[in-house]
């Protein structure tokens, strides 16, 4: 990790900042810590931070109200620890714009890949490929994906069914045409923290869509290999953008 990178620890247990300071900073990340809302916001004001580690259970401003400030104000990822079993946090927290959740007591070597997870999903795709407005309607070569009913329609007009897994790596494309994408950039799109180190399931994913959308499999022309590099959606993509926030890519923890 390059020591470039700049992590936030916010919470307010000096001995929980301590012990994350040490390991992230042993990890090859430079740290700062914050025991609340005001020394953090000093902190974003004098310091580039590019990963935010943030306790939701702190007197005065908790940290839903200071990670729906972030998402409001700053373009940096965030990570939410909370209580065990507070599962309300949780999806409070994913659905104001968290970008991961830890539930405590957690191993601070879980910590670690989750911050490394976020950077990569956050720090290796271009700017144009994290956006944050969905369209109610996705068209490509005479196929519509209704979004928000997750219905594919053939050119014929046949509903093609989708499994979640089809549909997550479906939008993670079309999201992003002509984009060069990894098989770790895919798994981190479309699994998030579920994707395993070495996982290769992506490649039988793609094949799986592949069957349902392109008129040779064999050949595909819609979704093409990629030689070193992943997979690139090759087709024209259009749609109709919606005034909703909700972010596609988040969804796969509900399906």
Not at 88 to 109: C, Q, W
Request: aromatic content about 4%; some cysteine; proline content about 5%.
């Amino acid at each position: 990790m390059e020591q470039s990178v700049h992590i936030l620890v916010v919470d307010d247990h000096q001995d929980i900042r301590e012990l994350l300071s040490k390991y992230l900073s042993k990890n090859g990340f430079r740290v700062s810590d914050a025991d609340g809302g005001t020394k953090m916001r000093q902190v974003l004001k004098t310091a580039a931070i590019d990963l935010i580690v943030l306790d939701v259970m702190m007197p005065g401003e908790d940290g839903l109200t200071l990670c729906r400030y972030v998402r409001e104000n700053e373009n940096i990822p965030v990570i939410l620890l909370t209580a065990l079993g507070e599962e309300t946090d949780r999806i409070v927290g994913l659905e104001i714009g968290a970008d991961d959740y830890l539930s405590k007591p957690f191993n601070p070597r879980e910590l670690l890949a989750r911050i490394k997870s976020v950077l990569r999903r956050s720090k290796s795709l271009p700017p144009e490929a994290q956006k944050t407005e969905e369209p109610d309607v996705l068209k490509f070569e005479d196929w519509e994906l209704h979004v928000h009913q997750r219905e594919l329609l053939s050119p014929k007009g046949v509903t093609v069914p989708l499994s979640a897994a089809d549909y997550r790596l479906l939008v993670t494309f079309l999201k992003r045409p002509t984009m060069v994408l990894s098989r770790d950039q895919l798994l981190d799109l479309t699994s998030g923290r579920t994707a395993q180190i070495f996982d290769r399931s992506i490649d039988n994913q793609v094949s799986r869509l592949r069957k349902k959308i392109e008129e040779d499999p064999k050949t595909p022309k819609l979704i093409k290999t990629v030689r070193g590099g992943g997979y690139v959606f090759t087709g024209k993509v259009t749609g109709k953008v919606s005034s909703s926030d909700l972010d596609i890519s988040d969804l796969g923890d509900a399906l």
